[in-house]
């Protein structure tokens, strides 16, 4: 199609300071459609994204480090390299900024691995840079992926929907799905209740900030919003994660304070207060959970985290610049809390700092920065406040745990690039606009 560039000024699709006011009249706009996301892609992503809060699951099948997660996500990647990295209709996206500076970080971190001490060099493995490698894939493909508004829409939706459900199968009680570890609390499929209760935290935020964007317009899906969210407030409280609930409580202040430019101001501070105060509500209503935080607020019990940060800070007192190396950080940490088989620090930025020192913290808080900064710019963007919230959420819960290998801590800075960064609309096929000076010879139709 041909239009003149008034018209398209008009309807909002450039923007005023795009060209001079003069030359409006004096050239026409031929807009290209670019190539969507392929169907294979598409369904495939939906299902890696679906099978995130089961990756711990025991299908009995599957043993060692198999998950159905990793099945999908093999999949997915098969997939997309056929259409992206095979194919000449299609080219691998550009890396982010950030992505170089995690790759930084990724080669002082095998560097490093090759000056582990004598003593520890059988327990020397380079599994853990290989997965980090697979999560920098994910970390760029999702990043462009999600450009694409429909696409950003529908994934964050089963996300939540999966988690929701995860949620639904530990409140009924469902085999497999709530296992009683002790202090009443639950874990689901496995997998470790912190980890559920930060999935379900997350999934809560993007409900929130998909109702903020107008997802749910029809009244049967504004009917879908409490039916998932009520088992993901009840399946927090059940993993008796402090730190989920805590994280979650941050993430919704964010939504309290608006972009100033938002045209719902009141309806996401209603959403966030309500959200809030369920949370605190139904803490407030489970005794064990309550006795959890009453022991934090009264005798400082962190689950022995406060011994462990502080081996952590003398520790990186006494090797600032290089580190202690990966492996050995993770046993003298344990050797100096008691525990001969080694010891996570239970904090992300600890455990970058005790493995690799202020030489891989530094391009490993730059990237992060970047993230920080991609979901500050997004909150004018198609879905507003939702990737600064999330963002702000890991980073919370970051603080009580080693988060750096968990995959939807990925999947939500590579978010913050693809809010930043998406110029599409609805239809979520993006154009490539071509200025032509009138008259346009030979050129009435774009396909």
Known sequence: MTVTVNRLMKAGSIGERALKPGLAANFRIVAVAV???????????LMFIFTLPYDAADLGFMTGSLSIAKISGLLFFAFYFFYYGFSRKRSLPHPPHAMWWFLIYMVIFVLSGLFEPVELAENVSFSGVFTFAQLLVFFLITSDLLKDEKMARRVLLTYAIASSLLALGM???LPGFSTN???????????????????????LLMLIGLTLNGTFKRLTSKALLPLLAMPLLAGIVMTGSRAAVGAFIIGCSVYVLPHWRSRRILISII???????????????????MERWLQTYYESETSGREEIYGAAIEMISER??????????FYEL???VGLWTGRDAHNLFLDVLLG???????????????????????????????PLALIATNLAASIFHTNLTWKPQWFVLALTFAAASSKVGG????????????PVKGVRRSS
Do not use: K
């Open 35 to 45: 190539r969507g996301i392929p169907t294979a892609v598409r369904w495939f992503y």
């Open 171 to 173: 409140v009924a009680g």
């Open 181 to 203: 570890v002790g202090g009443g609390r639950v874990e689901a499929m496995g997998d470790n209740a912190n980890a559920s209760g930060q999935h379900m935290a997350l999934s």
């Open 271 to 289: 959403l966030a207060t309500v959200g809030i105060g369920a949370a605190i509500y139904m803490v407030a209503g489970n005794p064990d959970f």
């Open 320 to 329: 600032p610049i290089f580190g202690w190396h990966p492996v050995g950080a």
């Open 334 to 336: 344990g050797t100096r």
């Open 356 to 386: 690799l020192g202020v030489m891989g913290a530094i391009p490993f808080l730059i990237g992060l920065w970047l993230c920080v900064r991609a979901a500050w710019r997004a909150r004018s963007g198609v879905l507003g406040m939702l």
């Open 427 to 438: 239809s979520g096929r993006p154009s490539a606009i071509l200025l032509a000076r009138r």
